[in-house]
């Protein structure tokens, strides 16, 4: 008998910051999407700044694409990007893969990725 084990929970997490209204951000979903392919082991979301507000509060996103990058439940990046896929892949080798990234300090970012955490595994 073949068991089938289901996939054990990505430690990575990249999260796209976006909004609907936002042209670039919807250009960017695409290439996003390519990326995600080629890093199976890494949770990828969009989250649409608008309609999580709460989720996001109390960090105001202003700039569009903005990624949150982070390894287990440590934050190693957030800001704005170029919405170009090898900027993705950058960011994930040298954020994600290396172990000496150093963490991000900001508690309001630690706690956004804890409650992203929660919300995608309820």
Known sequence: MN?????????ALVVCLCAAWCGVCRDYQSRFAQVQARFPQ?????IDVEDEADLLHPLDIEDFPTLLLASGNVPRFLGPVTPQ???LERLIRSQLQDPAAPA???KSISDLVLRIRAKTSA
């Open 3 to 11: 068991l089938v084990m289901p996939p054990a929970p990505a430690t």
């Open 42 to 46: 890494i949770e990828f979301l969009w």
């Open 85 to 87: 896929a090898e900027m």
């Open 104 to 106: 991000l300090a900001d």
